[in-house]
């Protein structure tokens, strides 16, 4: 890996100078998600009797987003040009996480997706998901002038290959299909050949039966419920269909914060994790669910944005990256819960409970930040 | 210090594909937003309402059922609580361990054994978020303390309920004095429940059984209300959202059984049967006015507050077991021959089909020569010796039997079946009462069953005198002798009054129906009404004329023989008491008939009697005891 050293120093961004460049937006819009989340999970909380002593979900949600929103202040006071000499330790790490969860792993709905540390459970295809987007980058940025060769596409792909088989077989259907997500925006925004993009997304495409072969049978059995939620209504659809009921009973603007019926009374088995845009549907109505998807819209285009004026290829791989995490994630939650896509366990950013996921994506969104923040040359 | 653009590299970056992938998140974000105005505004109400359905559960409101009172206002079904322990498997600990654990507490608490618990639990095939009864009527302690430990006895509850518990004429639990005429309540079994759910039962419902608890109970039941409740997601409702039905309560009745009578003629006929050393028997008091049943006893009883709280298996089967049959209502399911009481049959119809006068004085037998039968093949009277020369009212008061052999014959078979028919002998009385039976009359159908053309002269005959091929409720003889009390009008036979409060006062009075007129002369029912005031002072009712009544007691004893022979050749036999007490003799103002009936009674006295004459000296508070020791004609009073 290529070892560009950077004269950008901690001491340097403290100067001062580069807050100025500070994307304000960009926290606005990652602040509101948060508060969006914490003001959700109270609501999927409120009628749950909770273990005396235990902090309440919405007392942990906000607990995270300081941590993360610490280390966002700062990724982003340090120029990002770091990742380039961590990436390799940082892909050793994952690699070594990810199958370490695998031997020790608790486990939670049938999938062994999390190791628990001093109490917190640490779900490492979290966290793993902003890691990879990071090794990613560094690898692109260093393809230089190669960026255009197949090389490129089958050295990323064999990159991501291996976290993505060690989350598929925990079994995390959804983490895998995020991992491809981000591997196939972040070749597109890098330059990579579309050609060869399209071949090797074609034969990945026409290889899905064979993952879908993979598959334990409750996974294929809710995959397909969105095709027709009544063929088991009782059993592995029956999570859909409420959801379905839940969205479509907000109708306008929704039953309130607190009194969705659905929500309150425990139809929605997993409504403050995978399920938590029901919650928001039915209790904000589509007004409510149209501000949220506008906040994302928001976030990403600023994402984006930060990208295009990215000062080198690193920069604007990470931003490359978490828009197709940002984007991928959404559609692939949202259209869960409104019945269009199938039922995969994909996490809503921000939003959908769990602090692994909101403290990965603060710190992602830090770094972000430096990329914002390193983006011109400072005049002195 | 370092250069900071050192390394700045300013990559190639494509706009295109920049642009490619604002584009992308543009379609994805309006499509989903899309959807969502698809599901939330355009079809929002369909699905507000599915989800509403899906949350919502209709549930039944139980109507309280209506009680029973005697006619003196007297409760004698009452609802009392009872407390049920339930445990909805789904709520219940998945680890085994767990969950036998808690098992083992519940069945400590409930003071059950475990096994049973257990065995409850599988036997349940409903859904897993049912609640399944595991022990009913637990103790109100034990219930208590079950639910104040709820949260370590995660999946058992207790609920409180109503069950029916039967009392006597003092107001306390029990369930003897009336158990045939109550009947009880019991759950509602699976295969009824197929049948039974259209018309509002539930899978858990109690139902009548037997007695004025099952005929009347579509109007004890009342009818059950409904609420829509809201449910969470295992299935808890949790509050309710409209009353779509209120219940209306049950019905209070008002039987017409005076439950202090209950006890007199209960008490009576115990220790009459007790001193001839059997079980059976019948003891039934009726106003002849109006049909109205004030008692009616059917030995053995069994205890039905044992039904209302779900009886045990040993229990039930005890019962079934019982050769003297405690579950049947010997008063109106059971015929049995009726002996001389059936002469009152016979007379009515000689003297109306003219066979007779009732002057005419017939010869009598030692042994009455069967007409068109081999010389010697003869039909005895009781009285081996003949009692001479009688007319109809000395035949009836003496019983002679070879005078009513002839008066049968010469009325014939058919003619003899219509007045039976006439009298109510051969078909349901029609008292509101499950598992009345019809009897048997003779007739050429009955003789041709039997493979023959016609009945034989002698079996006739021996008709004539309630043997052979004639077979009576107790019920219908009491009201077949009603009849004749009051002036010839076969009165419905009641059981219940009417309609009453909550305190037992009679709000609506059922109306008493007459079957039929009896289409028979007036003054042959007086000779017949006179021929039982004889019965009682010169016939053979011993000393009951002796009683200071206020009124001229008059009635009938029967012996019946059935069954085979004992060694000496003489049969067992049942006996009968049929009396009724007018102001005077021949009046048709009586207001008490009874009857009573000892099965097998073999012994020398008539039981029936003696059991009668004991009802009438504590019903009237006669300052007399008379009774005679049926098996040596001894006063019991002496000893």
Known sequence: MATTVTGATFVDTLRGQRWRAFDRQLLLYVLLLVVFGAAMGFSADYTVESTPGALSQTVKTLIWAAIGLTLFFVAASIDYHWLQMLAAPIYLAVLGLLALTMLVGTNLFGAQMSITVAGLDFQFSEVSKVLMIVVLASFLAARGERIGRLSTIVGAGLLMAIPALLVFRQPDLGTALVFVAILVGMLFIAGASIGWLAILSGIVVAMAPLAIGALQDYQRQRLFCFLDPQTDPQGACYQLIQALNAVGSGGWFGQGLTAGRQNQLGYLPVQSTDFIFTVVAEELGFVGGIMLLGIFALLVWRVLAIGWSARDRLGMMVAGGLASLLVFQVMVNIGMVTGVMPVTGVPLPFVTYGGSSMISLLFGMGILQSVRMHAWKPTF | MADPNEGRSDPPRSRARFVALYVVMALVFSGLGARLFQLQVVEGAQYAARASAARTVEIPIRSPRGLLF???????????????????????????????????????????????????????????????????????????????????????????????????????????????????????????????????????????????????????????????????????????????????????L??????????????????????????????????????????????????????????????????????????????????????????????????????????????????????????????????????????????????????????????????????????????????????????????????????????????????????????????????????????????????????????????????????????????????????????????????????????????????????????????????????????????????????????????????????????????????????????????????
């Open chain 2, 70 to 252: 005697d006619r003196e206002g007297r409760p004698l079904a009452v609802n009392i609580p009872s407390w049920t322990l339930y445990a909805r498997p789904a709520d219940l600990p998945a680890r085994p361990s767990d969950r036998s654990r808690v098992l083992l507490r519940t069945a400590d608490m409930a003071g059950l054994p475990v096994s049973t618990l257990e065995a409850r639990l599988r036997a349940f095939s409903g859904s897993p978020f049912d609640l399944v009864p595991l022990a009913r009527g637990i103790s109100r302690e034990a219930a208590l303390l079950i639910g104040e430990r709820a949260d370590e006895l995660v999946g058992i509850s207790v609920d409180v309920e109503a069950v029916r518990q039967y009392l006597n004429e003092q107001g306390e639990a029990d369930g003897a004095l009336l158990s045939h005429v109550l009947g009880y309540t019991g759950p509602v079994s699976r295969d009824e429940y197929a049948e039974l759910a259209a018309e509002g039962y539930l899978r858990d419902d109690s139902i009548g059984r037997d007695g004025v608890e099952a005929s009347y109970e579509e109007s004890l039941r009342g009818t059950y209300g409904e609420q829509l409740w809201e449910r969470d997601a295992s299935g808890r409702p949790v509050k309710v959202i409209e009353t779509l039905a209120e219940p209306v309560a049950g019905r209070n």
């Open chain 2, 254 to 639: 008002v039987l017409s059984i005076d439950a202090r009578m209950q006890r007199v003629a209960t008490d009576s006929l115990l220790w009459g049967l007790g001193v001839a050393g059997v079980a059976q028997g019948v003891t039934m008091v009726m106003n002849p006015q109006t049909g109205e049943i004030l008692a009616m006893v059917s030995l053995p009883a069994y205890d039905n507050n044992k039904f209302a709280g779900g009886i045990s298996q040993e229990d039930y089967a005890a019962y079934l077991e019982d050769p003297t049959l405690p579950l049947r209502n010997h008063a109106i399911a059971d015929i049995y021959p009726p002996g001389s009481t059936f002469k009152l049959v016979t007379g009515i119809a000689a003297l109306e089909d003219g066979v007779t006068t009732a002057s005419q004085r017939w010869p009598t037998y030692g042994c009455y020569q069967i007409p068109d039968a081999p010389t010697g093949q003869c039909l005895f009277d009781w009285n081996h010796a003949g009692f001479g020369p009688l007319n109809m009212v000395q035949a009836y008061a003496k019983s002679s039997d070879t005078f009513f052999y002839q008066m049968a014959i010469n009325v014939g078979l058919d003619r003899l079946g219509f007045w039976a028919g006439q009298l109510g002998f051969g078909e349901r009385s029609g008292v509101q009462l499950p598992g009345e039976s019809a009897g048997i009359v003779i007739s050429r159908q009955w003789a041709q069953s039997q493979g023959r053309p016609d009945v034989f002269t002698g079996e006739l005959a021996q008709a004539g005198i309630g043997q052979n091929v004639i077979a009576v409720t107790p019920l219908q003889l009491l009201n077949a002798y009603s009849a004749l009390a009051n002036g010839g009008r076969l009165m419905r036979p009641m059981i219940v009054r009417g309609e009453a409060d909550a305190t037992g006062t009679l709000l609506r009075a059922y109306a008493p129906e007459i079957l039929r007129t009896l289409p028979v002369a007036e003054q042959n029912l007086q000779t017949m009404r006179i021929g039982a005031r004889q019965v009682i002072t010169t016939g053979h009712a011993y000393n009951i004329r002796d009683l200071r009544l206020p009124g001229a007691l008059s009635g009938k004893t029967g012996t019946a023989e059935f069954g085979t022979p004992a060694a000496d050749g003489s049969l067992p036999f049942h006996s009968w008491f049929v009396a009724w007490v007018p102001s005077v003799p021949g009046a048709t103002d009586a207001d008490l008939a009874i009857v009573t009936f000892s099965y097998a009674a073999t012994v020398r006295g008539n039981v029936s009697l003696e059991v009668v004459k004991y009802f009438l000296q504590q019903w009237y508070k006669l300052d007399q005891d008379i009774r005679l020791d049926p098996r040596d004609f001894s006063l019991v009073a002496a000893n």
